[in-house]
């Protein structure tokens, strides 16, 4: 074998050694499923996920996401550089993140990268500062030369059931990254909706599941929204059904 056969065999073997290096560093993305993936509300489903961050904590949504405007989660600081706190809903839908504050009269702000992690697009504010999805945590340390700040407020996506609201538990994941669940099925209006399970690290899975015979009212329907209903009905029945005269004749 001449030289020229030699290194182009060489070159072949380590691209394929590079390329079988890049896929299986790559971690599988994170998958659930439910069985049954119908019932009604208070009716069991087992959830079962895989491709979590290993021994981590995952948390579980229902439902349509939710938006939290201002969360004014209280803040204990550490000092003039540190504070921590936990937001009032979760899990926390990743990238959705947002802290603004107010800083020499001036309003700044700092949001997450999706991975766990804060990101301040003014820089040079943040020194460190991560963001736990599961439990809704955060953590931040001022870079040494921030001035004197004042704590704001907070904004991020949630999911209509949460781990707060419906007593979803905080689940583990074992040393592959799976977790499993029984769960039962929350008093939400009949129709298909998404179901979501969150780590700390921002991987998300999610899957479907119908719910029947519920005697829940859509969202959209909400008290206002019936009597308009209602008082539409009305209307229309009373210019539609209501009785006609009598046509006149003639003399």
Known sequence: MNRKIRNTFFLISLALFLVSATILGVRAAAAIVLNPTTGAPGSSVNLSGTGFAVSNTTAIGWGPPVAVAHDTATVTKVGDLEFY??????????????????????????TDNGDGTLYDPAGGRLSFGGINYTSGYFHCIMSSGTRIFNAGYFGYTTYYFNSINSTFPILPTDASGAMSVTLTVPQIWNGSETVWVIDEKGNVGSGNFTVVNSPVIPEPLTLGGVILLSSAALIVSVYFLRKKPAPKVAA
């Not at 839908?93 to 700044?108: A, I, V």
């Open 85 to 110: 706190g936990t937001v009032s809903q979760h899990p926390i839908k990743p990238g959705s993140f947002k802290y603004t504050y107010t800083q020499d009269s001036q309003e700044l702000y700092f």
